[in-house]
C-alpha cells in the first residue's frame, strides 16, 4: 500500500499540479496585494471612497452589503486581466512565432499523414503516389 501511495505521489501530474497550485496561491496574494495597495487607492484618489466594504443600504432592516460585492468583483477582474496579460498573450504570441517558423517546404501526405517534402511525388512513408503541392499552398 506504501509503495501505490510512492509511485501516486511521484507521478508527473501530481507534482506539476502541486506546483501550480503553490504558484497560484502566490499569484493570488501578489493580485490580491496589486487591488489593495494599488488598485483600490486609485480607485479612491479618483471616487473618493478608499474600501468599499462598508457601502451598504437597508430595506425592511435587511442590510446589503454591496461594497463587499464591488470588492470582489474588483478583485476578480483584476486578477483575469493579470491572467489575461501576463500569461495568455504572451502564450499566443510564442505559438505565433512558432506556427511561423513551421517549416513551408513540407506538407502532409494525404495517406498516411506523414510529413513529406512540398514536391515531392511519392511518399516516403507509404509510398502512396501524391502531386506535387502548389506553391500557394506550401
Known amino acids: 500500500m506504501l509503495a501505490g ?4 505521489i511521484a507521478r508527473g501530474n501530481v507534482v506539476e499540479l502541486a506546483v501550480a497550485v503553490v504558484i497560484g496561491a502566490a499569484f493570488g496574494a501578489v493580485v490580491a496585494s ?5 488598485i483600490t487607492p486609485l480607485i479612491a484618489a479618483i471616487f473618493g471612497e478608499p474600501d468599499f466594504s462598508q457601502l451598504t443600504f437597508t430595506i425592511n432592516d435587511s442590510e446589503f452589503r454591496y461594497g463587499s460585492f464591488i470588492n470582489a468583483l474588483i478583485a476578480f477582474l483584476t486578477v483575469a486581466a493579470a491572467i489575461y496579460f501576463l500569461v495568455v498573450v504572451p502564450l499566443a ?3 505565433e512565432r512558432r506556427a511561423r517558423g513551421a517549416d513551408p517546404d513540407v506538407r502532409p501526405c494525404p495517406q498516411c499523414l506523414s510529413e513529406i517534402p512540398a514536391a515531392a511525388t ?3 512513408h507509404c509510398t502512396s503516389e501524391v502531386s506535387p503541392a502548389s506553391p500557394a499552398s506550401g
Not at 5 to 8: A, E, L, N, P
Not at 34 to 38: F, G, K, R, S
Open 93 to 95: 504570441r510564442l505559438e
Open 34 to 38: 496589486l487591488v489593495a495597495d494599488l
Open 122 to 124: 511519392r511518399c516516403a
Open 5 to 8: 501511495f510512492r509511485g501516486f
